[in-house]
C-alpha cells in the first residue's frame, strides 16, 4: 500500500512526509481541484523532501479540455518539472466529445524524460472507464490513474473502484483511489475496492478545511490505522 498525500507548500511536504505519506502530489489551487505550482516551489519540495513529489500539470480550472496554446504551457511545464528534480507529474486531458485527447498525451509524454506519469480526476468525467483504461494502457509511461470512479466521493464509490482495479489487474496503470476520502471506514473501503494505493487531501487538514494546514495528528492516525491492518509495510 502507498498513501499519498496533497501538499501545497513546502510545509505541508516536510509535515507529510514526518506523519507518514509515501509519496506527495504538489498542488496550488486546492479549492478549484489543482493547479500547476510555481517551478520555484517543485525545485524547493524536490530537494527538500527523500520520499517522491509527483507534480500536478493543470494550467487553468475551466475544463480538462485543452488547447493549442494550453498545450504549449503544459509541455512547458512538463519539461520544467522533468527537469526539477520531481518524481513524476500528475496529467490528464479529454477531448471535447469525452474521451481521453490522446493527442494531448502523444505531445506531453515524451517530454517527461523517465517520470512517473498519474492520470488524473479528468478520467471520472469518462463515460466508459473501463473504456478509458484500456485506452491509457497503451501508453507505458502512465503508471497510475487517480480517481474516484465517478463525480462522487471515493469513499463511496468502493465497487465501482474494484471494477477498475480488476481491470488493471497486475498491469500499469494501477489505481490510484482518491477524491473525497475519509478517514472513517478506510480499511473496509481498501478491502472492499481492493486498492494498493490511496490518495488523501482535505480529510487529513486540520479541521478537514481544504485551506488549512495538514493535521500531523490526523495523517499519523491514519498511516498507523493503514500499518495496523497490514495495508502499510
Known amino acids: 500500500m502507498k498513501l499519498e498525500v ?8 516536510l509535515i507529510a512526509e514526518e506523519n507518514g505519506a509515501d509519496r506527495l502530489e504538489l498542488i496550488t489551487a486546492i479549492t478549484e481541484g489543482g493547479l500547476t505550482p510555481g517551478i520555484g516551489l517543485v525545485e524547493q519540495v524536490a530537494k527538500t523532501v527523500r520520499i517522491p513529489v509527483h507534480v500536478i500539470v493543470r494550467p487553468h480550472s475551466r475544463s480538462f479540455v485543452y488547447s493549442k496554446l494550453d498545450l504549449l504551457t503544459m509541455a512547458a511545464e512538463t519539461k520544467a518539472i522533468a527537469a ?3 518524481a513524476g507529474i500528475v496529467v490528464g486531458a479529454l477531448t471535447a466529445e469525452g474521451r481521453i485527447d490522446e493527442q494531448a498525451l502523444e505531445v ?3 517530454l517527461t524524460n523517465g517520470l512517473q506519469v498519474t492520470f488524473h480526476k479528468a478520467f471520472d468525467e469518462l463515460d466508459d472507464q473501463i473504456a478509458g483504461l484500456r485506452t491509457l494502457r497503451q501508453y507505458p509511461e502512465i503508471t497510475r490513474v487517480l480517481t474516484s470512479a465517478g463525480p462522487g466521493p471515493a469513499s463511496e464509490a468502493a465497487g465501482a ?4 482495479v480488476e481491470e488493471a489487474g497486475h498491469g500499469s496503470p494501477q489505481i490510484l ?3 473525497g476520502m475519509k478517514l472513517e471506514g478506510i480499511r473496509d473501503f481498501i478491502e472492499t475496492s ?3 494505493e490511496v490518495h488523501f487531501g482535505t480529510a487529513v487538514r486540520q479541521g478537514r478545511d481544504a485551506l488549512a494546514p495538514i493535521d500531523p495528528a490526523a495523517l499519523r492516525a491514519l498511516a498507523g490505522s493503514l500499518r495496523s491492518a497490514g495495508t502499510l509495510k
Open 177 to 179: 483511489a482518491g477524491g
Open 108 to 110: 506531453l509524454l515524451p
Open 84 to 86: 526539477s528534480g520531481a
Open 161 to 164: 473502484i474494484r471494477r477498475l
Open 6 to 13: 496533497i501538499a501545497t507548500c513546502i510545509e505541508d511536504a
Open 194 to 196: 481492493g486498492v494498493r
